[in-house]
């Protein structure tokens, strides 16, 4: 085997775990359960995450195209386009819990008219 910087023997573990970071850290923004720096740790490990993600699809092209050549995977693939049309459709936004347009930024509230304001 080649001596590289990048080996799937580095990068299919560090997706992996970087992977269970975000998708732990995820589900406890989802459930409001707040820890100090858990946003900031979900933002890097995201940024890792995708890196590495990347990396994988790149290292691992053949194995992959392989595997989604089977029927199971475009069923897959399938599924899982349906479960994202329908929670973006009916999935409750954030703006209707208090405090929901947090995440926005500082200046969200300048491009939008105010909903107190008379019009």
């Keep these: ?5 990048i080996e ?7 997706t992996a775990f970087s992977f ?3 998708a732990a850290t995820g ?3 989802l459930l409001h359960l707040r820890f ?3 946003k900031g740790l979900h933002q890097w490990i995201g940024v890792v995450f995708a890196v590495t993600a990347l990396l994988h699809v790149v290292l691992n092209w053949r194995p992959l195209i392989g595997c989604l ?6 069923v897959a ?20 819990r ?17 909903r107190t304001s008379p019009r």
Excluded: K, Q
């Design 20 to 22: 269970l970071v975000v």
């Design 77 to 96: 693939l399938g599924v899982t386009l349906g479960l994202c049309v329908l929670t973006a459709l009916f999935a409750p936004a954030d703006r209707d």
């Design 8 to 14: 799937r023997s580095w990068v299919s573990p560090i």
């Design 1 to 5: 085997m080649p001596n590289r910087m």
């Design 36 to 38: 100090p720096a858990i």
């Design 69 to 74: 050549s089977r029927r199971s995977a475009v």
């Design 27 to 29: 589900l406890l923004m």
């Design 98 to 114: 208090p405090g929901g347009d947090r995440h926005r930024g500082r200046y969200a509230d300048a491009a939008e008219p105010s």
